[in-house]
């Protein structure tokens, strides 16, 4: 019943926001709101995971560090540039090229870790 009554509140704001004139523009400011929301808590929890384990990341090798970082920063601006980069086939094969590719390298360097070098 609970769920029911969630599903109602939020089906009534989408109707309202949809109604409404410049409904378009608020639908826009709230998911927009919620994306920058949503990034920061990223960043946050990002921030967390290094402050956890800093002693294991210092520890890594200077290759290894740069090849994290690197691919960290690779699979960031794949998602930075996602719409741009999905629009076309061609784009899209990269995009799933770099990810992909970023995140061998990270599960490679964790592997590398975990055995002792």
Known sequence: MRALRNIAIIALLALIIDVAPGGGNAAAAIVTTFSLIFMVLIGLAGLQLYRQYRLSYLGLPERQRAVF??????????IA?????????????????????????????????????
């Open 69 to 78: 970082v690197g691919s960290l920063g690779a699979i960031v601006l794949m």
């Open 81 to 117: 540039g996602a719409d741009e980069l999905t629009g076309t086939g061609g784009g899209l094969l990269v995009w799933l090229g770099v990810i992909g590719l970023a995140l061998f390298l990270i599960v490679r360097v964790w592997q590398e870790a975990r055995s002792g070098y």
